[in-house]
C-alpha cells in the first residue's frame, strides 16, 4: 500500500477518542458475558440470516469479539501494529463466510448494545469514537480479506 491511504485510514482514529473508548468498554467489563450476550442477540435479531454462520452454542464465541476489541482498545496508542493482525482476522473470516456488507450490520450491533449497557453514561461523542473506531477496525478486516482473495 502506498503512504497517502496508509496516512489517510490512520487519520480516522482520533486521539481525543481514546479516552471515551476506554471508559465505556470499562463499563462494558463489569460484566463482558452479559454484554456478548445482548451483542449477538442484536445482531440476530436484526439479520436472522447471520445466524446460520455462527455455531450453535455461542458459550466460547461470546467472548471472543468482546475479546479482540479490549486488545484494540489497549493498543489503541499504537494502532499500526495493530494492522496486520486485523488484516489476518479479517482474511480469516472469510471462510466463517463473512461478506463486507455483515461489518457494518456487527457495527450498528455493537453501537446500540453499547448505548444500552452504558444508559445515561453513553453520549453521541462516545458514539462517534466507536463508529471511527468499528470503522477502522472493518477496513483493514476486509483489506485483509481482499488482499487474500486476490493472493
Ligand atoms: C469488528 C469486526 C469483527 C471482529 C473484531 C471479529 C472478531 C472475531 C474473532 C476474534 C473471532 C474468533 C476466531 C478468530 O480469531 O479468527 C471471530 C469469529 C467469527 N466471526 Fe467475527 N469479528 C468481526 C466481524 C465479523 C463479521 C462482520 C461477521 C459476519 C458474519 C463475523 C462472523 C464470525 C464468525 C461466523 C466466526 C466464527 C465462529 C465459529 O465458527 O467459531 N465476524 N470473530
Redesign the pocket.
Known amino acids: 500500500m502506498s503512504a497517502a491511504p496508509q496516512a489517510l485510514i490512520f487519520d480516522l482514529l482520533e486521539q481525543t477518542d481514546h479516552p471515551l473508548l476506554k471508559r465505556s468498554l470499562a463499563a462494558v467489563a463489569l460484566d463482558p458475558d452479559a454484554f456478548a450476550a445482548l451483542f449477538y442477540a442484536k445482531v440476530f435479531e436484526s439479520k436472522p440470516g447471520?445466524r446460520v454462520?455462527?455455531?450453535a452454542d455461542m458459550a466460547q464465541?461470546r467472548m471472543?469479539?468482546i475479546q479482540?476489541?479490549g486488545v484494540v482498545i489497549a493498543s489503541i496508542d499504537s494502532p499500526d501494529a495493530l494492522v496486520p493482525v486485523l488484516r489476518q482476522?479479517g482474511a480469516?473470516?472469510r471462510g466463517?463466510?463473512?461478506k463486507t456488507v455483515?461489518?457494518q450490520f456487527?457495527?450498528d450491533a455493537l453501537i446500540a448494545a453499547l448505548s444500552e449497557t452504558l444508559g445515561p453514561e453513553w453520549s453521541p461523542d462516545m458514539e462517534l469514537a466507536w463508529q471511527r473506531l468499528?470503522q477502522w477496525?472493518?477496513m483493514h478486516?476486509i483489506a485483509g480479506a481482499d488482499a487474500a482473495n486476490r493472493a
Request: without cysteine; charged residues 5%; glycine residues 4%.
Open positions: 447471520m454462520l455462527f455455531p464465541q471472543k469479539l479482540t476489541l482476522l480469516a473470516h466463517y463466510g463473512a455483515h461489518y456487527v457495527a468499528l477496525v472493518s478486516m
